[in-house]
Protein backbone atom coordinates (compact mmCIF):
# COMPACT_ATOMS: atom_id res chain seq x y z
CA UNK A 1 0.00 0.00 0.00
CA UNK A 2 1.36 3.44 -1.14
CA UNK A 3 -0.48 6.07 1.91
CA UNK A 4 -2.41 6.06 4.24
CA UNK A 5 -5.04 8.71 5.02
CA UNK A 6 -6.08 9.80 8.32
CA UNK A 7 -10.19 10.81 8.10
CA UNK A 8 -12.29 10.28 5.30
CA UNK A 9 -14.00 13.57 5.02
CA UNK A 10 -14.09 15.71 2.07
CA UNK A 11 -10.24 16.39 1.85
CA UNK A 12 -9.53 12.69 2.81
CA UNK A 13 -12.09 11.20 0.39
CA UNK A 14 -10.61 13.47 -2.66
CA UNK A 15 -6.52 12.84 -1.65
CA UNK A 16 -7.99 9.09 -1.80
CA UNK A 17 -9.50 9.38 -5.44
CA UNK A 18 -6.57 11.64 -6.60
CA UNK A 19 -4.19 8.75 -5.64
CA UNK A 20 -6.08 6.07 -7.22
CA UNK A 21 -6.30 8.17 -10.76
CA UNK A 22 -2.48 7.96 -10.38
CA UNK A 23 -1.95 4.23 -9.68
CA UNK A 24 -1.46 4.17 -5.89
CA UNK A 25 -3.29 2.06 -3.26
CA UNK A 26 -4.31 3.29 -0.31
CA UNK A 27 -5.26 3.19 3.12
CA UNK A 28 -8.48 5.36 4.59
CA UNK A 29 -9.14 5.24 8.62
CA UNK A 30 -12.00 7.00 9.74
CA UNK A 31 -12.95 7.50 13.67
CA UNK A 32 -16.55 7.52 12.95
CA UNK A 33 -19.01 5.19 11.77
CA UNK A 34 -19.35 6.37 8.24
CA UNK A 35 -17.49 8.82 6.26
CA UNK A 36 -17.90 12.21 4.52
CA UNK A 37 -20.47 13.09 8.16
CA UNK A 38 -19.78 17.10 7.81
CA UNK A 39 -19.91 16.88 3.49
CA UNK A 40 -24.13 15.28 4.59
CA UNK A 41 -24.52 18.34 7.30
CA UNK A 42 -23.02 20.75 5.14
CA UNK A 43 -25.13 23.56 3.47
CA UNK A 44 -28.05 22.61 5.45
CA UNK A 45 -28.07 19.62 3.86
CA UNK A 46 -27.77 20.62 0.37
CA UNK A 47 -23.92 21.07 0.64
CA UNK A 48 -22.54 24.45 -1.02
CA UNK A 49 -19.82 22.60 -2.88
CA UNK A 50 -18.07 25.10 -4.14
CA UNK A 51 -18.41 28.66 -5.74
CA UNK A 52 -18.28 30.18 -8.92
CA UNK A 53 -15.51 32.64 -8.29
CA UNK A 54 -12.73 31.50 -5.72
CA UNK A 55 -9.89 33.74 -5.14
CA UNK A 56 -6.86 33.76 -2.66
CA UNK A 57 -8.83 36.83 -0.88
CA UNK A 58 -11.98 34.37 0.52
CA UNK A 59 -8.94 32.51 2.23
CA UNK A 60 -7.66 33.49 5.75
CA UNK A 61 -4.12 32.21 7.03
CA UNK A 62 -0.70 33.53 7.92
CA UNK A 63 0.38 33.57 4.57
CA UNK A 64 -2.30 34.83 2.11
CA UNK A 65 -0.54 33.42 -0.89
CA UNK A 66 -0.57 29.95 0.32
CA UNK A 67 -3.50 28.80 -1.41
CA UNK A 68 -2.88 29.91 -4.70
CA UNK A 69 -1.34 26.92 -6.18
CA UNK A 70 -3.36 24.06 -5.12
CA UNK A 71 -6.78 26.04 -6.19
CA UNK A 72 -5.12 26.73 -9.75
CA UNK A 73 -3.96 23.14 -9.78
CA UNK A 74 -7.61 21.83 -9.13
CA UNK A 75 -10.19 24.86 -9.27
CA UNK A 76 -13.71 25.33 -8.75
CA UNK A 77 -14.46 24.61 -12.51
CA UNK A 78 -12.32 20.93 -12.13
CA UNK A 79 -14.97 20.28 -9.01
CA UNK A 80 -17.98 21.41 -11.33
CA UNK A 81 -17.31 19.39 -13.68
CA UNK A 82 -16.58 16.37 -11.53
CA UNK A 83 -20.20 16.89 -10.44
CA UNK A 84 -21.64 17.74 -13.81
CA UNK A 85 -19.92 14.38 -14.97
CA UNK A 86 -21.48 12.33 -12.07
CA UNK A 87 -25.00 14.07 -13.43
CA UNK A 88 -25.65 15.49 -9.78
CA UNK A 89 -27.86 18.13 -10.42
CA UNK A 90 -27.20 22.05 -9.18
CA UNK A 91 -28.22 25.30 -8.50
CA UNK A 92 -26.83 28.63 -8.20
CA UNK A 93 -27.59 30.87 -5.23
CA UNK A 94 -26.62 34.50 -4.52
CA UNK A 95 -23.34 35.49 -4.68
CA UNK A 96 -22.07 32.50 -7.04
CA UNK A 97 -22.74 29.24 -4.38
CA UNK A 98 -23.57 26.05 -5.70
CA UNK A 99 -25.32 23.38 -3.99
CA UNK A 100 -26.90 20.31 -4.38
CA UNK A 101 -30.63 20.24 -5.90
CA UNK A 102 -31.32 16.61 -4.15
CA UNK A 103 -29.15 17.14 -1.05
CA UNK A 104 -25.62 16.53 -0.09
CA UNK A 105 -25.78 12.72 -0.54
CA UNK A 106 -25.19 13.36 -4.02
CA UNK A 107 -21.84 14.35 -3.58
CA UNK A 108 -20.35 11.95 -0.47
CA UNK A 109 -21.70 9.37 -3.28
CA UNK A 110 -19.96 10.62 -5.97
CA UNK A 111 -16.69 10.40 -4.00
CA UNK A 112 -17.09 6.91 -2.40
CA UNK A 113 -17.81 5.87 -5.78
CA UNK A 114 -14.69 7.21 -7.13
CA UNK A 115 -12.67 5.80 -4.91
CA UNK A 116 -14.52 1.89 -4.91
CA UNK A 117 -11.51 0.13 -6.07
CA UNK A 118 -9.76 -2.63 -5.24
CA UNK A 119 -6.92 -0.01 -4.95
CA UNK A 120 -8.43 1.40 -1.71
CA UNK A 121 -9.29 0.07 1.89
CA UNK A 122 -11.40 2.35 3.46
CA UNK A 123 -12.16 1.29 7.80
CA UNK A 124 -14.66 3.05 9.55
CA UNK A 125 -14.50 2.77 13.48
CA UNK A 126 -11.08 2.91 13.04
CA UNK A 127 -9.73 5.81 15.37
CA UNK A 128 -6.06 6.35 14.81
CA UNK A 129 -4.19 6.49 18.34
CA UNK A 130 -0.59 6.97 17.30
CA UNK A 131 1.51 7.50 14.52
CA UNK A 132 5.46 6.66 14.24
CA UNK A 133 7.96 6.92 11.67
CA UNK A 134 11.15 4.54 11.18
CA UNK A 135 13.44 4.33 7.75
CA UNK A 136 11.58 5.94 6.02
CA UNK A 137 7.79 4.38 6.71
CA UNK A 138 4.88 5.60 9.14
CA UNK A 139 3.35 3.83 11.47
CA UNK A 140 -0.15 4.11 12.06
CA UNK A 141 -2.02 2.41 15.03
CA UNK A 142 -6.18 2.01 15.58
CA UNK A 143 -8.31 -0.82 17.02
CA UNK A 144 -5.00 -2.69 18.11
CA UNK A 145 -4.07 -2.63 14.50
CA UNK A 146 -1.33 -1.44 12.75
CA UNK A 147 -0.63 0.08 9.41
CA UNK A 148 2.55 1.01 7.77
CA UNK A 149 3.51 2.74 4.52
CA UNK A 150 5.71 5.01 2.87
CA UNK A 151 2.82 8.50 2.79
CA UNK A 152 0.60 9.55 4.77
CA UNK A 153 -2.03 12.02 4.39
CA UNK A 154 -3.04 13.63 7.85
CA UNK A 155 -7.27 14.40 6.78
CA UNK A 156 -8.35 15.01 10.39
CA UNK A 157 -10.06 18.08 9.77
CA UNK A 158 -10.91 21.08 12.66
CA UNK A 159 -12.28 20.97 15.67
CA UNK A 160 -15.66 22.99 15.12
CA UNK A 161 -19.03 20.18 15.49
CA UNK A 162 -17.24 18.01 18.04
CA UNK A 163 -20.53 16.29 17.40
CA UNK A 164 -19.50 14.69 14.09
CA UNK A 165 -16.32 13.61 15.60
CA UNK A 166 -13.71 16.41 15.58
CA UNK A 167 -11.03 16.13 17.08
CA UNK A 168 -7.41 17.61 17.63
CA UNK A 169 -5.45 14.59 16.66
CA UNK A 170 -3.98 16.31 13.51
CA UNK A 171 -2.75 18.96 15.14
CA UNK A 172 -0.74 16.58 17.83
CA UNK A 173 0.17 14.75 15.32
CA UNK A 174 2.00 17.93 13.65
CA UNK A 175 3.68 19.06 16.75
CA UNK A 176 4.86 15.37 17.15
CA UNK A 177 6.70 16.05 13.86
CA UNK A 178 7.75 18.90 14.70
CA UNK A 179 5.32 21.25 12.83
CA UNK A 180 3.59 24.50 14.39
CA UNK A 181 0.63 25.11 14.84
CA UNK A 182 -1.51 28.35 14.56
CA UNK A 183 -3.40 29.70 17.75
CA UNK A 184 -6.82 28.16 17.49
CA UNK A 185 -9.96 30.14 16.77
CA UNK A 186 -14.33 28.77 16.63
CA UNK A 187 -15.35 30.48 12.75
CA UNK A 188 -18.32 31.02 10.89
CA UNK A 189 -20.19 30.98 13.97
CA UNK A 190 -21.32 34.29 14.41
CA UNK A 191 -21.41 36.35 17.82
CA UNK A 192 -22.78 35.95 21.60
CA UNK A 193 -23.10 39.39 23.18
CA UNK A 194 -21.89 40.96 26.37
CA UNK A 195 -24.46 40.97 29.38
CA UNK A 196 -25.33 44.50 28.86
CA UNK A 197 -26.02 44.59 24.93
CA UNK A 198 -28.11 41.61 25.74
CA UNK A 199 -29.93 43.61 28.07
CA UNK A 200 -29.91 46.50 25.86
CA UNK A 201 -31.33 44.92 22.87
CA UNK A 202 -34.10 42.28 24.83
CA UNK A 203 -36.93 41.31 23.06
CA UNK A 204 -35.51 41.54 19.54
CA UNK A 205 -35.02 38.28 19.03
CA UNK A 206 -36.11 36.93 15.73
CA UNK A 207 -35.47 40.05 13.76
CA UNK A 208 -33.32 39.38 10.26
CA UNK A 209 -32.52 42.30 8.34
CA UNK A 210 -30.21 42.91 5.81
CA UNK A 211 -27.20 44.90 7.38
CA UNK A 212 -23.34 46.18 6.77
CA UNK A 213 -21.56 44.43 9.12
CA UNK A 214 -17.61 45.46 9.43
CA UNK A 215 -14.76 43.73 11.36
CA UNK A 216 -11.60 45.35 11.05
CA UNK A 217 -11.05 45.99 7.73
CA UNK A 218 -13.45 43.65 6.10
CA UNK A 219 -17.17 44.15 5.23
CA UNK A 220 -20.18 42.21 4.25
CA UNK A 221 -23.80 43.60 3.33
CA UNK A 222 -26.08 40.43 3.76
CA UNK A 223 -27.97 39.57 6.24
CA UNK A 224 -27.87 39.58 9.72
CA UNK A 225 -30.22 37.44 12.85
CA UNK A 226 -30.53 38.86 16.11
CA UNK A 227 -31.14 36.04 18.82
CA UNK A 228 -31.78 35.96 22.50
CA UNK A 229 -28.19 35.81 22.98
CA UNK A 230 -26.23 37.36 19.60
CA UNK A 231 -25.86 38.13 15.96
CA UNK A 232 -26.15 35.03 13.86
CA UNK A 233 -26.62 35.12 10.09
CA UNK A 234 -24.43 35.08 6.82
CA UNK A 235 -23.09 38.99 7.43
CA UNK A 236 -22.53 37.91 11.17
CA UNK A 237 -21.06 34.75 10.18
CA UNK A 238 -18.43 35.78 7.88
CA UNK A 239 -17.75 38.68 10.20
CA UNK A 240 -16.61 36.26 12.71
CA UNK A 241 -13.58 34.67 10.86
CA UNK A 242 -12.16 38.33 10.96
CA UNK A 243 -12.87 38.99 14.92
CA UNK A 244 -10.53 39.16 17.43
CA UNK A 245 -10.92 39.40 21.28
CA UNK A 246 -11.98 42.61 21.99
CA UNK A 247 -12.37 44.12 18.33
CA UNK A 248 -15.39 45.76 17.56
CA UNK A 249 -18.43 45.23 15.51
CA UNK A 250 -19.69 47.86 13.36
CA UNK A 251 -23.26 47.44 11.85
CA UNK A 252 -25.19 49.71 9.26
CA UNK A 253 -29.01 48.99 9.66
CA UNK A 254 -29.25 50.87 6.74
CA UNK A 255 -26.76 49.94 4.16
CA UNK A 256 -29.02 50.73 0.81
CA UNK A 257 -28.98 54.96 2.26
CA UNK A 258 -25.97 55.99 0.85
CA UNK A 259 -26.58 59.38 1.73
CA UNK A 260 -28.61 59.19 5.31
CA UNK A 261 -28.41 62.99 5.95
CA UNK A 262 -29.60 64.10 2.73
CA UNK A 263 -32.49 61.80 3.17
CA UNK A 264 -33.23 63.39 6.82
CA UNK A 265 -32.94 66.99 5.20
CA UNK A 266 -35.53 66.12 2.46
CA UNK A 267 -37.97 64.44 5.14
CA UNK A 268 -37.65 67.12 7.40
CA UNK A 269 -38.76 69.43 4.46
CA UNK A 270 -41.83 67.12 3.31
CA UNK A 271 -42.34 65.18 6.68
CA UNK A 272 -41.87 67.70 9.18
CA UNK A 273 -44.56 66.56 11.36
CA UNK A 274 -44.30 63.07 11.30
CA UNK A 275 -41.87 61.61 13.75
CA UNK A 276 -38.63 60.14 13.46
CA UNK A 277 -39.80 56.14 14.36
CA UNK A 278 -43.32 56.57 11.93
CA UNK A 279 -40.21 57.53 8.86
CA UNK A 280 -38.13 54.59 10.09
CA UNK A 281 -40.68 52.38 10.38
CA UNK A 282 -41.46 52.50 6.52
CA UNK A 283 -37.75 52.11 5.74
CA UNK A 284 -37.10 49.04 8.69
CA UNK A 285 -38.38 46.72 11.29
CA UNK A 286 -40.60 48.93 13.63
CA UNK A 287 -39.36 46.78 16.82
CA UNK A 288 -35.59 47.26 15.89
CA UNK A 289 -36.38 51.08 15.37
CA UNK A 290 -37.75 51.64 18.53
CA UNK A 291 -35.40 49.46 20.94
CA UNK A 292 -32.39 51.88 19.54
CA UNK A 293 -34.47 54.58 19.76
CA UNK A 294 -36.05 54.65 23.11
CA UNK A 295 -33.14 55.04 25.76
CA UNK A 296 -32.68 58.24 23.67
CA UNK A 297 -36.38 59.83 22.83
CA UNK A 298 -35.31 60.55 19.50
CA UNK A 299 -37.86 58.63 18.16
CA UNK A 300 -40.97 60.82 19.64
CA UNK A 301 -39.63 63.78 18.01
CA UNK A 302 -40.59 65.54 14.77
CA UNK A 303 -38.92 65.78 11.71
CA UNK A 304 -38.56 68.87 11.96
CA UNK A 305 -37.37 69.15 15.58
CA UNK A 306 -34.64 67.24 15.19
CA UNK A 307 -31.06 69.21 15.28
CA UNK A 308 -27.67 68.32 13.38
CA UNK A 309 -26.99 66.96 17.33
CA UNK A 310 -29.84 65.19 16.71
CA UNK A 311 -28.43 63.40 13.65
CA UNK A 312 -25.36 62.73 14.53
CA UNK A 313 -26.66 60.89 17.88
CA UNK A 314 -29.17 58.69 15.36
CA UNK A 315 -25.82 57.99 13.22
CA UNK A 316 -24.26 56.14 15.33
CA UNK A 317 -27.36 54.19 16.55
CA UNK A 318 -28.63 53.42 12.63
CA UNK A 319 -25.66 53.83 10.35
CA UNK A 320 -22.59 53.33 12.91
CA UNK A 321 -23.76 51.08 15.69
CA UNK A 322 -21.39 49.37 17.65
CA UNK A 323 -20.79 46.56 20.00
CA UNK A 324 -17.49 44.01 21.84
CA UNK A 325 -19.19 40.60 21.46
CA UNK A 326 -18.76 38.63 24.18
CA UNK A 327 -17.22 35.58 21.97
CA UNK A 328 -18.30 34.12 19.43
CA UNK A 329 -20.62 31.49 19.46
CA UNK A 330 -18.16 28.55 20.00
CA UNK A 331 -17.17 25.66 18.41
CA UNK A 332 -20.23 23.69 18.60
CA UNK A 333 -21.68 26.36 16.07
CA UNK A 334 -18.94 26.72 13.95
CA UNK A 335 -19.02 25.64 11.10
CA UNK A 336 -14.72 26.01 10.30
CA UNK A 337 -11.76 26.24 12.96
CA UNK A 338 -9.54 29.53 11.86
CA UNK A 339 -6.37 28.85 11.91
CA UNK A 340 -4.53 25.05 12.20
CA UNK A 341 -0.90 23.49 10.95
CA UNK A 342 1.63 26.33 10.37
CA UNK A 343 1.67 26.63 6.44
CA UNK A 344 5.36 27.37 6.31
CA UNK A 345 7.04 24.37 6.66
CA UNK A 346 4.76 22.62 3.90
CA UNK A 347 4.55 22.92 0.31
CA UNK A 348 2.29 25.15 -1.09
CA UNK A 349 2.38 22.87 -4.38
CA UNK A 350 1.86 19.62 -2.76
CA UNK A 351 0.76 19.97 0.91
CA UNK A 352 4.07 17.60 1.45
CA UNK A 353 5.92 18.25 4.80
CA UNK A 354 8.74 20.15 3.55
CA UNK A 355 10.87 18.43 7.00
CA UNK A 356 9.21 15.03 6.73
CA UNK A 357 8.83 13.23 3.04
CA UNK A 358 5.72 11.41 2.31
CA UNK A 359 3.84 13.44 5.31
CA UNK A 360 1.04 15.63 3.60
CA UNK A 361 -1.22 17.42 5.57
CA UNK A 362 -4.89 18.73 3.86
CA UNK A 363 -7.90 20.87 4.40
CA UNK A 364 -9.42 21.82 7.38
CA UNK A 365 -5.89 21.20 9.85
CA UNK A 366 -4.25 23.38 7.80
CA UNK A 367 -3.79 27.23 8.53
CA UNK A 368 -6.38 27.90 5.58
CA UNK A 369 -9.76 29.15 5.93
CA UNK A 370 -12.28 30.09 3.58
CA UNK A 371 -15.32 32.27 4.12
CA UNK A 372 -18.75 31.50 4.14
CA UNK A 373 -20.22 30.09 0.70
CA UNK A 374 -18.38 27.30 -0.67
CA UNK A 375 -14.59 28.19 -0.18
CA UNK A 376 -14.24 25.63 2.53
CA UNK A 377 -15.30 22.55 0.46
CA UNK A 378 -13.25 23.90 -2.14
CA UNK A 379 -10.06 24.11 0.20
CA UNK A 380 -10.42 20.46 1.18
CA UNK A 381 -10.87 19.25 -2.72
CA UNK A 382 -7.83 21.42 -3.76
CA UNK A 383 -5.42 20.31 -1.11
CA UNK A 384 -6.71 17.34 -1.64
CA UNK A 385 -6.02 16.33 -4.82
CA UNK A 386 -2.44 17.54 -4.63
CA UNK A 387 -1.53 15.67 -2.04
CA UNK A 388 -3.12 12.78 -3.85
CA UNK A 389 -1.29 13.43 -6.80
CA UNK A 390 2.35 13.89 -5.38
CA UNK A 391 2.53 10.80 -3.42
CA UNK A 392 6.14 9.28 -2.88
CA UNK A 393 6.22 6.26 -5.29
CA UNK A 394 7.38 2.82 -3.52
CA UNK A 395 11.03 2.74 -2.74
CA UNK A 396 12.53 6.31 -3.65
C1 LIG B 1 -22.57 22.41 9.94
C2 LIG B 1 -21.52 22.68 8.91
C3 LIG B 1 -21.89 23.09 7.63
C4 LIG B 1 -20.91 23.35 6.67
N1 LIG B 1 -21.30 23.72 5.43
C5 LIG B 1 -20.37 23.97 4.48
C6 LIG B 1 -20.74 24.26 3.15
O1 LIG B 1 -21.92 24.21 2.78
N2 LIG B 1 -19.75 24.56 2.27
C7 LIG B 1 -18.42 24.58 2.62
O2 LIG B 1 -17.57 24.87 1.78
N3 LIG B 1 -18.04 24.24 3.87
C8 LIG B 1 -18.97 23.92 4.79
N4 LIG B 1 -18.57 23.56 6.06
C9 LIG B 1 -17.14 23.42 6.33
C10 LIG B 1 -16.63 22.13 5.67
O3 LIG B 1 -17.58 21.11 5.86
C11 LIG B 1 -15.28 21.70 6.25
O4 LIG B 1 -14.36 22.76 6.17
C12 LIG B 1 -14.73 20.50 5.48
O5 LIG B 1 -15.64 19.42 5.55
C13 LIG B 1 -13.39 20.07 6.05
O6 LIG B 1 -13.01 18.88 5.42
P1 LIG B 1 -11.85 17.99 6.04
O7 LIG B 1 -11.82 16.76 5.22
O8 LIG B 1 -10.62 18.79 6.18
O9 LIG B 1 -12.33 17.65 7.52
P2 LIG B 1 -13.60 16.81 8.01
O10 LIG B 1 -14.67 16.82 7.00
O11 LIG B 1 -13.90 17.33 9.37
O12 LIG B 1 -13.06 15.33 8.10
C14 LIG B 1 -12.11 14.93 9.06
C15 LIG B 1 -12.34 13.48 9.37
O13 LIG B 1 -11.26 12.99 10.13
C16 LIG B 1 -11.77 12.08 11.08
N5 LIG B 1 -10.79 11.95 12.17
C17 LIG B 1 -10.38 12.89 13.04
N6 LIG B 1 -9.47 12.38 13.91
C18 LIG B 1 -9.31 11.08 13.56
C19 LIG B 1 -8.51 10.02 14.08
N7 LIG B 1 -7.69 10.19 15.12
N8 LIG B 1 -8.58 8.80 13.48
C20 LIG B 1 -9.39 8.59 12.40
N9 LIG B 1 -10.18 9.56 11.89
C21 LIG B 1 -10.14 10.80 12.45
C22 LIG B 1 -13.08 12.71 11.52
O14 LIG B 1 -13.94 11.76 12.10
C23 LIG B 1 -13.60 13.27 10.20
O15 LIG B 1 -14.46 12.37 9.53
C24 LIG B 1 -19.54 23.24 7.01
C25 LIG B 1 -19.17 22.81 8.29
C26 LIG B 1 -20.15 22.51 9.23
C27 LIG B 1 -19.71 22.04 10.59
Not at 210 to 231: M, P, W
Not at 386 to 395: E, Q, S, T
Request: hydrophobic fraction near 40%; charge should be positive; proline fraction near 4%.
Amino acid sequence: MDAIIIGAGAAGLMSAGAALDSGKSVLILEANAKPGLKILTSGGGRCNFTNRSVTPHEFVSENPHFCKSALHQFSQDDFIQMVEEAGIPFYEKTLGQLFCQQGARAILDMLLKKIDSPDCTLVTGAKVSTVSHRDGFFSVCYNDKTATAKNLIVATGGLSFPKLGATDFGYRLAKQFGHKVTKLYPALDGFLFSDSDRQRLKGLEGISLEARLTCGRRSFTENILLTHVGLSGPAALKGSLFWSPGDQILIDFLPAMADWHAWLDQKKRTDAKKTLLTLLSSIMSKRLAAALLVPTKLGEKRMGDLSKADYAQMTGLLKKFHFIPKSTAGYHKAEVTRGGVKTEEISSQTMESKQWPGLFFIGEVLDVTGLLGGYNLQWAWSSGWVAGKNLRPHGV
